[in-house]
Structure formats: structure tokens, C-alpha cells
């Protein structure tokens, strides 16, 4: 039996290091550059997530992709190696240090971090 157990949790620590490590960064910016916000999530990846996702508090956030005026709103997209991702948290959603970022990949968490734990980047 203990044996089992340890083979178990070995195979949990294998499994683990095999998701992308993912980076976390808060950045606050002036309300000119950004007046229907009030945080920016910055998801940084050294490896591929195919279907990159980010929850606040339970709700998908969107992020601004290249494309038209003022960008293209989405909330499933393509996180390459050393890319960044930068997610709005709207003013309307309380900012909490004991609300959750959880960070997916299609349905896989691949981080789950409470908003006060993210370091923030002070411009």
C-alpha cells in the first residue's frame, strides 16, 4: 500500500512538471491609456498554450489582439513561447487581494494564484 502511494505521488510530480510554467504580473496603468479598466493580468509562457485562458473571480476575462482599430476583444487564444498576453480586468469586478487569477488552457488549470500573491509592476 505505501508503496503504491509512492509511486502515485511520483507520477503526480512528473505530471506536474510537465505543465508550461506559467508567469503572472499585475500592471496598473492611468485611466487615459485605459478608461474602461482598471488592472491589466500579464500571462507569460516558456512553453505553448494552444487555448490560453483567464478567469477573475470565476469570470473569463478578454484580451486585445492586433487587428482593427483599437484591436480584435477575444477570450481563447494561442499563448506562444516568451509571448505576452495581457488581460483587462474591468472596472465593474472588485479588486480583492483574496480573489482568485486562474490561468488555462482549454479546461486545464495551469495556475491558480489569489490577485495579492501576483506580483506588481510599479511604472
Known amino acids: 500500500m505505501a508503496t503504491a502511494l509512492f509511486l502515485g505521488v511520483g507520477l503526480y510530480y512528473q505530471m506536474r512538471e510537465r505543465l508550461p510554467k506559467v508567469y503572472l504580473e499585475q500592471v496598473e496603468e492611468p485611466p487615459p491609456l485605459r478608461p474602461d479598466g482598471t488592472r491589466i493580468i500579464r500571462?507569460?509562457?516558456?512553453?505553448?498554450?494552444?487555448?490560453c485562458r483567464?478567469?477573475?473571480?470565476?469570470?473569463?476575462?478578454?484580451?486585445?489582439?492586433?487587428?482593427?482599430?483599437?484591436?480584435?476583444?477575444?477570450?481563447?487564444?494561442?499563448?506562444f513561447p516568451g509571448a505576452v498576453l495581457n488581460y483587462r480586468i474591468p472596472q465593474a469586478l472588485s479588486l480583492r487581494d483574496d480573489n482568485y487569477v486562474e490561468v488555462k488552457d482549454g479546461n486545464k488549470t495551469l495556475r491558480k494564484e489569489k490577485l495579492g500573491n501576483i506580483h506588481m509592476d510599479s511604472r
Open 54 to 79: 483567464l478567469f477573475y473571480a470565476g469570470q473569463e476575462m478578454v484580451t486585445l489582439l492586433p487587428g482593427g482599430p483599437g484591436g480584435r476583444a477575444v477570450r481563447v487564444t494561442t499563448l
Open 43 to 51: 500571462v507569460r509562457s516558456g512553453s505553448l498554450i494552444e487555448k
